[in-house]
């Protein structure tokens, strides 16, 4: 298995955080490479947006944004029942395995990038319908659909989060300006990407080392869900591209997005809406265990996936 | 110079009830407030301010002792139960050049 250099990044952040090296990126840096990145991943999906008919996409939006809602209702009685979570942590940890994580995706694009695979370049739309929806259920799980859950506040930290602004924001004016006008802009967002995308997965590396102390304290269980989970996840995801008639890699992609779980924008959204759960409890999951898995064995199994999806669908 | 003895609460929490908290200030009734990036460890263990969700911040209000304790009565009825809440009260002097109307 040869590894990408970004990857090698984020092993290196891993390392470094495990030995307790004196090492962090200054937040405002971290910051800044995370807007890059989200801009630049919106910025690409719309460019390809602005040369396909919205309308021939909206079956393949729905049928994505469906796998949105089941993911966490797949993952919520494996946590409640076998897991023997508390209801209130159970949607918590669902909500974050229901949505997606922009740093997998970026992986998962250069893999495809570096082995010259093609993909269908208007994923970013499919990556921010699937940061909602998980939320959106992981909420109604615990609260229902009560008057007293000040969905006012909820649905603008849902909706208004960073990801999704800058996600959503670069996808728009990547649709606007089509090819030739973002190109004056390109030497910022494209051309450095995957260095950029390296220091952001260095800091990752040191983020999850952090993480992993707190694992001990969760037991066999939340490691078993945080490596199985996903990989079936990616099963649904990769079952759903073919069935859309993506290429081999779109449906590597749309696994990808499957078995990703969020830690920033369900973290942030899921602090405000079910405070009661234990945030270090899904956040253990997503970023000590989930991630570093997608990134270093995920999105190569998840390939072998749509690979294999593709020799039996024809 | 105008002195006058006032009260200092001070709240140390995380910093995803940042807009929460404004809310409540506004609806308290609260003149001003200072809010600073903080980081530390108490009983919910070291908040290092790696990740969003472990960040803190230190919220400063300089009111009188009546408000003061009804700000500390709503957040520790409303929030110490599920977030990391720091809440205390001091006695403080601000000082200004003259006296105004200004609070904060």
Known sequence: MSLDPVVLFFILGLCAGLVRAEMRLP????????????????????IELSKQSIGDLLPDTMAVVAMGFVLPLLAFPL????????????????????????????????????????????????????????????????????????????????????SVVLLLGGLLIG????????????GLFFDPFKGVLALFLLEMGLIAASQVSCLRRYGLFLLGFGVVFPVFSALIGGGLGVMLGLSIGGTMLLATLA?????????????IALPEANPTLSLTAALGITFPFNIIFGIPLYHKFAEYFHTLGG | MFIRSTKLITIITESALEHTLIDDFDRLGAGGYTITNARGKGHTGVRDGR???????????????????????HIIKSYYRDYAVMVY?????VVKPEKSGKGG
């Open chain 1, 259 to 271: 078995a990703s779980a969020s830690y920033i924008a369900v973290p942030a959204a899921m602090r």
């Open chain 1, 175 to 186: 649709w606007v300006a089509g090819p030739e006008g973002i190109e004056s802009i390109a």
């Open chain 2, 89 to 93: 009260i001091g006695d403080v002097t």
């Open chain 1, 27 to 46: 937040s405002a840096i971290y910051e800044f490479l995370s807007i890059i990145l989200l801009l630049a991943i919106g910025l690409k999906g719309g």
């Open chain 1, 79 to 162: 946590l409640r029942y076998i897991g023997k979570f508390d209801k209130v942590d159970a949607a918590s940890v669902a909500a974050h395995y229901g949505s997606v994580s922009v740093g997998t995706y970026a992986v998962a694009v250069t893999y495809l990038t570096a082995q010259q695979i093609y993909f269908e370049e208007y994923m970013p739309l499919f990556l921010v319908l699937l940061e909602v929806p998980a939320i959106l259920v992981g909420i109604v799980l615990v609260r229902g659909i009560s008057k007293n859950t000040r969905w006012g506040k909820l649905l603008h930290e849902v909706f208004l989060g960073k």
């Open chain 2, 51 to 73: 990740w969003p969700t472990d960040s803190n911040i230190r919220v400063e209000v300089i009111c009188d002792t009546e408000l003061a304790d009804t700000i500390a009565e």
